[in-house]
Every structure is written in C-alpha cells, then in structure tokens.
C-alpha cells in the first residue's frame, strides 16, 4: 500500500529495514517518502535509507551514498548508524579503513547499548583490529550485548568461559551462554556446547540448564534490536 510521509515516520521504529518497501506496487512510492523524510532531516529514515543502499535493495548500491546518509544520522546521535559507520569504516566499504575511526563509532553505539556495536567492539578487542588484544575487555563487550540477547556474542562469550580467557575458567557459564546461543541454531555454538558437555559433570550440566532456563535479556538502552536497521555485519 503507498503510506503517506507522516505514517512513514511513523512506522519507521516499528517495521525497521524493508517493511516500508513489501508492497511491490508501491515500493517506489515509499522509497520516495523515505527519501522526503531523510531529507527533512529524520535519523532513523537516513539510517534505513543508508542500509537500503548498502545492500543494494530498491536502489543501486551505493557504498558513499550510504557512508553519507549514516554520516548525517551518526551525527544526530542515532546508535543504529554510529554502528553501521564503524563498520563501513572498520571493513573499508565506501571509505579508506580507519581501524581507529571505527573503533570510536562502534564505542559511540556500544555505550548507549547498541547490541550490534557491543559485538563487534567485543570483535576488536579479541582479535586485536586497530588496537591491542585483549580478552577482558572482549568479554566485557561480549557480555553487555549478550545480556541483551545477541546471539553471536552469546556464543564469543561462553567460548571465553570455557577457554578461560577474559574471565575466570567456568564450565557453568560457558554452557549456559552456549545453551542460549544453540538454542538459536547457531551452528559454532552447537559445537563448542557439544565439545564442553562431555567434560562436565552432570551436576554442573544441571545448574547451568537451570540458568539458562531462567535466564530473561537485559532491557537495552538504545532502541530496541526490532526497532534498528539491521545491518548485522560482524566482523
């Protein structure tokens, strides 16, 4: 259906990437209000027109014209786009690398709880991209975005706990945050779980099941993982 520029701005939190372009006998109408309302200077519409460009959808891919519409939302504050810069900046698409320039963006991100920039922070850290390793602030990353539910970092953090890197050795947690993880379908997580479980003792198997049984995600402080355009790009 064609949706009129005030109900754009209005579903942009709640359908996020693509919602806005599904109906292919419109799409062109609403890609247009998504432009109008960029232009008026709305964040979250530059963002999502930004992602929309990065991935080639409805429009001819564009690296610099994303790397210009993140820009212009970065600059407003938006986290989702502080996020999707450092990673534009991180993997040198539309932009010279800059390890350090997108370390400070995905900081930016990170710090109002942005799970994706949590992650990839965390990737940073862990495989030392710009800026020495370090496995204790990986796994506070790690941690930060996987109390919100980010599945990646779930598995990057209970393979730290198994490992015993940035954290104390503990067969408990790695289980319980790989449990979480596998219980998503991801595929290393499924590994590394299985790996560990023939190491534990059935008690220790009992109470991490236990934990992630009860285990609830932490509220975010930026906007909520259905609310962002998802650009996911790990590292």
């Given at each position: 259906?064609?949706?009129?520029?005030?109900?754009?701005?209005?579903?942009?939190?709640?359908?996020?990437?693509?919602?806005?372009?599904?109906?292919?006998?419109?799409?062109?109408?609403?890609?247009?209000?998504?432009?109008?309302?960029?232009?008026?200077?709305?964040?979250?519409?530059?963002?999502?027109?930004?992602?929309?460009?990065?991935?080639?959808?409805?429009?001819?891919?564009?690296?610099?014209?994303?790397?210009?519409?993140?820009?212009?939302?970065?600059?407003?504050?938006?986290?989702?786009?502080?996020?999707?810069?450092?990673?534009?900046?991180?993997?040198?698409?539309?932009?010279?690398?800059?390890?350090?320039?997108?370390?400070?963006?995905?900081?930016?991100?990170?710090?109002?709880?942005?799970?994706?920039?949590?992650?990839?922070?965390?990737?940073?850290?862990?495989?030392?991209?710009g800026v020495n390793k370090?496995?204790?602030?990986?796994?506070?990353?790690?941690?930060?975005?996987?109390?919100?539910?980010?599945?990646?970092?779930?598995?990057?953090l209970g393979h730290l706990?198994?490992?015993?890197?940035g954290v104390a050795r503990?067969?408990?947690?790695?289980?319980?945050?790989?449990?979480?993880?596998?219980?998503?379908?991801?595929?290393?997580?499924?590994?590394?779980?299985?790996?560990?479980?023939?190491?534990?003792?059935?008690?220790?198997?009992?109470?991490?099941?236990?934990?992630?049984?009860?285990?609830?995600?932490?509220?975010?402080?930026?906007?909520?993982?259905?609310?962002?355009?998802?650009?996911?790009?790990?590292?």
């Amino acid at each position: 259906m064609l949706l009129k520029l005030s109900t754009v701005l209005k579903l942009l939190p709640v359908l996020g990437l693509l919602g806005l372009l599904i109906s292919p006998l419109h799409a062109e109408d609403n890609l247009t209000n998504l432009r109008r309302a960029a232009e008026k200077g709305n964040a979250t519409a530059q963002c999502t027109l930004g992602v929309l460009h990065y991935i080639g959808r409805g429009v001819v891919q564009n690296y610099q014209e994303a790397l210009r519409l993140f820009r212009l939302s970065a600059e407003q504050g938006h986290a989702a786009a502080q996020s999707n810069l450092g990673v534009m900046y991180l993997q040198g698409k539309g932009v010279a690398q800059d390890f350090k320039e997108a370390e400070r963006l995905l900081r930016l991100a990170a710090n109002k709880g942005h799970a994706t920039a949590q992650s990839n922070l965390g990737i940073i850290y862990l495989h030392g991209k710009g800026v020495n390793k370090d496995f204790k602030e990986a796994a506070k990353w790690f941690r930060m975005a996987a109390d919100q539910g980010k599945t990646s970092a779930q598995t990057r953090l209970g393979h730290l706990y198994a490992l015993g890197q940035g954290v104390a050795r503990d067969d408990v947690n790695a289980h319980m945050w790989l449990n979480l993880a596998a219980s998503r379908g991801d595929k290393e997580a499924i590994k590394l779980r299985e790996t560990l479980t023939k190491r534990m003792h059935p008690d220790q198997l009992a109470k991490a099941q236990e934990l992630a049984k009860n285990w609830q995600p932490s509220p975010t402080l930026a906007e909520p993982r259905d609310k962002r355009p998802p650009i996911e790009q790990e590292i």
